[in-house]
């Protein structure tokens, strides 16, 4: 039947996606188990944005909001109490309590290089800095299993030399707290209604109604225009109840469709989903980064059982509505000539015009 034939292409499509690994030269971390508190990381793999900063280090300082922006260079330690003159006071048994409490603040500072128009020095507690994680050095593909911290990654993760594109942007929250901070950001959804609502919302922001599998040429259209922008990092949140192989196929496609298009991979894809979450954090080592690869992969991206015939309508539907939004004229006056032919012959040949639409149908479920 058509619907039986469609469920097996859909698995076709899925089946790709599980042979081997996307991005295999990135750095596969659950940044985020299932099991955390919303907006903390695991704390196996915490201690990249948290532990040990030194000179040299790029850090996100935190200006209690996710909409502004600031990354700077560590340059030192915060002033100590050594550099104030005492007098008179130098041996005073106050003095000397005041001094072990400014040592002790201080030992909590950290001397910053604020990059812009005028370069600046600032100092800033310990608890108000994230490192930026250095992916063009070390490519990384980070899940985690909350909305919290994916945003958290967003604010932090992303500077003014990259372009972003995000898979999933929904209502666009995400998408406004990434424009903040890149040079470009695109957000991309399937469905038309939260595209519209979108724009409404953030009007600075830019968003596209696009079903990436259904229109690839638009689809690679867009990452070359993104990648002739900036570095490319890649956020995807394409839905909280999708399962793993819907998952893996979408950063399948990622990767296929840039090595089609001869462009740089992302060198960092933030992914939230909370069941590829789940199903990694039960592979990692100690660092939070996944020992088997490949092993996990074929396991997450097994296809997912066939849905039923309700689900499929629906999905099918929503690939065919994105696909026609998109459609030139040509396309339209085609339609309209076809749609003409029915109101015309007889019965007898009205029901074969239907028995030939029905099996074109089938084989065209598109």
């Not at 109490?81 to 130098?90: K, V």
């Not at 909350?146 to 992303?158: G, I, N, P």
Request: charged share 25%; aromatic share 6%.
């Amino acid at each position: 039947s058509p619907c039986l034939s469609s469920m097996a292409k859909l698995a076709s499509l899925e089946a790709d996606s599980g042979t081997s690994p996307p991005f295999l030269g990135h750095l596969w971390q659950c940044a985020q188990g299932p099991g955390e508190r919303k907006g903390e990381f695991s704390s196996c793999w915490a201690g990249n944005l948290f532990d040990g900063l030194r000179p040299g280090d790029t850090v996100a300082v935190d200006l209690g909001s996710n909409t502004k922006h600031c990354h700077a260079l560590v340059t030192g330690l915060g002033p100590s109490s050594r550099q104030h003159s005492w007098g008179l006071f130098a041996a005073d048994e106050l003095a000397a309590g005041l001094r072990r409490r400014k040592d002790a603040a201080a030992a909590s500072l950290l001397r910053l290089e604020v990059p812009g128009r005028e370069v600046k020095e600032i100092c800033a507690p310990l608890g108000r800095l994230v490192r930026v994680l250095q992916c063009c050095e070390t490519p990384r593909v980070l899940i985690v299993s909350d909305t919290v911290s994916f945003r958290r990654l967003a604010k932090t993760q992303v500077g003014r030399q990259d372009a972003v594109l995000e898979l999933g942007s929904s209502l666009g929250e995400c998408t406004q707290v990434l424009a903040a901070h890149a040079a470009a950001v695109v957000g991309v959804d399937v469905g038309g209604e939260l595209v519209e609502e979108s724009r409404r919302r953030f009007p600075h922001c830019r968003f596209e109604w696009l079903d990436c599998f259904e229109e690839p040429g638009r689809f690679s259209d867009l990452c070359k225009e993104l990648v002739s922008k900036g570095t490319l990092k890649v956020f995807v949140d394409i839905g909280g109840d999708r399962s793993t192989a819907d998952v893996c196929k979408m950063l399948a496609t990622v990767e296929s469709t840039l090595q089609a298009a001869a462009l740089a991979q992302p060198v960092l894809v933030a992914v939230k989903s909370r069941n590829l979450a789940t199903s990694a954090a039960t592979t990692c080592d100690d660092s939070g980064t996944i020992s088997d690869l490949a092993r996990w992969w074929t396991q997450a991206a097994a296809p997912a059982p066939a849905p039923s015939s309700t689900q499929l309508k629906k999905k099918l539907a929503r690939a065919r509505k994105a696909r026609w939004e998109s459609a030139d004229n040509a396309a339209w006056e085609a339609f309209e000539c076809y749609r003409a032919k029915w109101d015309l012959p007889p019965e007898e040949e009205r029901r074969r015009m239907k028995a030939d639409a029905k099996s074109l149908k089938g084989q065209h479920l598109e």
